[in-house]
């Protein structure tokens, strides 16, 4: 079981990064998929999460209008499109896997992760 990150990369604030979450050795088909970041000298924080079949999407308060999450449940991936980047969404991004068909927030409700990809957004 294993899940991928990447798509990270340094951009100029105000431009954009798709973010990728490959799953292998399970399908992500029944899974609630989340994404969280960490930033430099602090806590790691909820981003964005995604409900199995994709009718239910959350957002964190920092991200909201500017970041989409989404699926294709087919090539077993989950995405993070990041518009309008901020300096302060510099941070190592993860994506997570919830078994639990329940959307959730926080980083005890998910059973597995990725190993993270760095997004810094510099001029």
């Known amino acids: 079981v294993q899940l991928q990150a990447s798509g990270g990369g340094l951009v100029q604030p105000g431009g954009s990064l798709r973010l990728s979450c490959a799953a292998s050795?399970?399908?992500?088909?029944?899974?609630?998929m989340g994404w969280f970041r960490q930033a430099p000298g602090k806590e790691r924080e909820f981003v964005a999460v995604i409900s199995w079949s994709a009718d239910i999407t959350y957002y964190g308060d920092s991200v909201k209008g500017r970041f989409f999450i989404s699926r294709d449940n087919a090539k077993n991936t989950v995405f993070l499109q990041m518009d309008s980047l901020k300096p302060e969404d510099t941070a190592v991004y993860y994506c997570a896997a919830r078994a639990n068909p329940r959307v959730g927030r926080r980083e005890a409700e998910y059973d597995y992760w990725g190993q993270g990809t760095q997004v810094t957004v510099s001029s």
């Open positions: 050795g399970f399908s992500l088909d029944y899974y609630v």
